[in-house]
């Protein structure tokens, strides 16, 4: 049996501890208690890699239209205008908000009061606020100093969330008058599993960047929070917009280390094996074309030359610049003597954003009452079928403060409510697993065969034979989940399954091309039967 502890009670659950869960608990503080649990350091979390930065309308030469316009284009007529509005508009101010906060954005060295803007992919203007090349980095650092001095919220390390309690009855089929009670939470310290009973819960736990063999995300990136959603009963969408960073380090000791568009924002030129720029052959933008396409030219260029990787070039600004305005880059690069200032950089695409997620409105509400979803998890219709580079950390900060005032609203009545009683964890016959290779394996076959067969370019064939490889290692994760006690290894590879399925049942849906859904057998949008999000 799981070992158990006694039920834990807490006003707020949040499941995740990057900007948005961290930015929400601050706000939810004001209301009632917060409890965040975070599966393995606080600092775990995409959020703290993210290096390009955060865009927001803040110079005269920008406008809120543009900043939409540009939205809206990468979004490839999926995005929700209504969403992309109030997420432009609402930027600036909770940009300032973040400032307050303690976040300390690089200042534009002829103008102090202002703040250095970058540029990035698919923008028109200069837009992205930035600390350096580690605005991630900056940012979570100072939200976490915020959540440590405020003494209404409590953060557990290394305590990853298993299942979500629904309605009356826990793990039944989900009615629409269903809510979430909260969730079941497994402590990596011993494997007990508790139940977390909250007025509130919120799905804030990144992306699902792992279920690719290779990924710029943390390890964390396993779609927890999507894969209970939808077990829960949750409707979860658009999730064969997978978005491949074009420019991740290819280097055999490198894992997942980012190469920021901001490189190519700043003059940095994609050039393949014979030196040659081939960007504009693909699209008049260039290199500062959107990621889709980006992605997908460089998959072009490495098929036709059979080679391993393309390269990315700045070595012809001035090598000062570039190791002040990208010093995370120079350094890591320059420890596997790369010396970028002096030599192209080897990359290659890698999986680095999931555009779609759980299904919600406009306040971050989920399909089921008291569960919000926002961050990478959710799909709230402001990515659309492309996210715009940039654009996730601010909506992470919008949607924090949208959910905030809708719990604001509804708490006077919420508050009163007693927490729900619910059944214990069940481990029934389940034993301790002693071969560790059952899991390790199916891990990497799934990861292996998600980048072979449903990677930047995609063809029906191809889909349809994966799911049938998926379905069987599906079937056994879900033997082994109950037959054996639940490890993190367990729970995780049970997520990966779960969403590799996903994202093939909705990449086979979706019978047309938009935005980074490309299938050889349907090459153009079909805007008569295809202008809508995949749902299931
Ligand atoms: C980057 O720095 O290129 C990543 C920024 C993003 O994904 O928005």
Redesign the pocket.
């Known amino acids: 049996m799981n070992p158990q502890h006694p039920k834990k009670t807490t006003d707020f659950l949040i499941i995740g501890s990057g900007i948005s869960g961290l930015s929400f608990a601050l706000k939810a503080a004001e209301l009632g208690s917060v409890t965040i649990v975070t599966k393995k350091a606080k600092i775990d979390t995409a959020t703290n890699l993210?290096?390009?930065g955060i865009a927001a309308v803040l110079s005269g030469e920008d406008s809120f239209d543009l900043h939409i316009q540009d939205t809206l284009q990468a979004g490839a007529g999926l995005c929700n205008e209504e969403v992309v509005r109030l997420v432009v508009e609402k930027g600036p101010e909770r940009i300032r908000e973040l400032i307050e906060l303690g976040v300390s954005f690089t200042s534009d060295e002829t103008n102090p009061s202002e703040l250095d803007l970058g540029r990035?992919g698919g923008h028109s203007a200069r837009r992205i606020a930035h600390a350096k090349d580690l605005t991630g980095k900056e940012i979570e650092s100072s939200l976490l100093k915020r959540v440590a001095e405020n003494p209404a919220i409590s953060i557990l390390e290394d305590h990853l969330a298993v299942d979500l309690l629904i309605g009356s009855k826990a793990g039944l089929a989900v009615s629409p008058h269903d809510r979430c009670l909260g969730a079941f939470v497994l402590d990596r310290n011993d494997n007990s599993i508790s139940p977390y009973l909250a007025k509130i819960t919120v799905l804030c736990s990144g992306g699902t960047g792992k279920v690719y063999l290779y990924t710029t995300n943390p390890d964390i990136a396993t779609g927890d929070g999507i894969a209970m959603a939808y077990r829960a009963g949750a409707k979860v969408a658009n999730l064969e917009f997978v978005q491949f960073?074009p420019t991740c380090l290819y280097h055999p000791q490198v894992k997942n280390f980012?190469i920021?568009?901001?490189v190519r924002g700043e003059g940095g030129r994609l050039i393949n094996e014979k030196g040659e720029a081939f960007m504009k052959k693909y699209d008049p933008r260039g290199d500062l074309a959107t990621r889709d396409l980006v992605a997908r030219a460089i998959d072009s260029e490495l098929k036709a030359s059979g080679g391993d990787c393309v390269f990315l070039d700045i070595s012809h600004k001035p090598a000062d610049f570039i190791k002040n305005r990208f010093p995370n880059i120079y350094r890591t690069c320059l420890s596997y003597s790369i010396d970028i200032t002096r030599e192209p950089i080897p990359v290659v695409p890698a999986a680095?954003?999931m555009c779609g997620g759980v299904l919600t409105d406009i306040m971050g509400r989920s399909s089921i009452d008291n569960l919000y979803a926002f961050g990478e998890t959710a799909c709230t219709g402001l990515h659309g079928g492309n996210r715009l580079?940039?654009?996730?950390l601010l909506e992470a900060v919008v949607f924090a403060h949208q959910a905030f005032l809708s719990c604001q609203e509804v708490w006077p009545s919420l508050s009163k409510k007693p927490f729900s009683d619910v059944p214990p964890w069940s481990s029934g016959k389940a034993e301790r697993i002693e071969e560790c290779v059952l899991i390790s394996h199916n891990w990497d076959q799934i990861r292996r065969l998600m980048w072979n067969y449903v990677g930047i370019v995609r063809s029906q064939k191809r889909l349809l034979l994966v799911q049938k490889k998926l379905r069987l290692i599906l079937q056994e994760v879900l033997e082994h989940y109950h037959d054996f006690l639940l490890t993190p290894d367990l729970i995780e590879l049970r997520n990966i399954a779960i969403l590799s399925d996903l994202i093939v049942r909705c990449a086979l849906t979706r019978k047309e091309s938009r935005g980074l859904h490309y299938t050889l057998d349907f090459p153009a949008p079909d805007n008569t039967h295809w202008l809508k999000n995949t749902v299931l």
């Not at 580079?389 to 996730?392: E, F, G, Q, T, V």
């Open positions: 993210a290096q390009g990035e960073h980012l920021s568009e901001a680095h954003y580079a940039s654009n996730s």
